[in-house]
């Protein structure tokens, strides 16, 4: 059983640097592939970005590529998510999920686990 809780959301400016963070009980995060994904109002929930279990590697969306970065720190059971030079299309209700057996998967039906969300809204 892993519970996530996310936090560091808030109001931004556009153009301005948010970072999330995904806190994970249990002695078993370590063995995840974590992802973020984010859900605006009226919009299906989208992928955003994912890191291996061992945090080798990572993958993003198209829209955050070189805006965000995914982090992870198996020490600390957390995974972060630094979201610079935010856009208004941003906004939105970001959640991690784990998966044990699907890394960068786009579909929430693969994760495992899921946060309750952290709120992020850029303003202009």
């Known amino acids: 059983q892993v519970q996530l809780v996310e936090s560091g959301g808030g109001l931004v400016q556009a153009g301005g640097s948010l970072r999330l963070s995904c806190a994970a009980s249990g002695r078993t995060f370590s063995t995840y592939h974590m992802s973020w994904f984010r859900q605006a109002p009226a919009k299906e929930r989208e992928f955003v970005a994912a890191?291996?279990?061992?945090?080798?590697?990572?993958f993003y969306t198209d829209s955050v590529k070189g805006r965000f970065t995914i982090s992870r720190d198996n020490a600390k059971n957390t995974v972060y998510l630094q979201m610079n030079s935010l856009t208004l299309e941003d906004t939105a209700g970001y959640y991690c999920?784990?998966?044990?057996?699907?890394?960068?998967?786009?579909?929430?039906?693969?994760?495992?686990?899921w946060g309750q969300g952290t709120q992020v809204t850029v303003s202009s």
């Open positions: 999920a784990a998966s044990q057996h699907h890394y960068a998967s786009r579909s929430p039906d693969e994760y495992d686990y």
């Open positions: 890191i291996t279990w061992s945090g080798v590697s990572t």
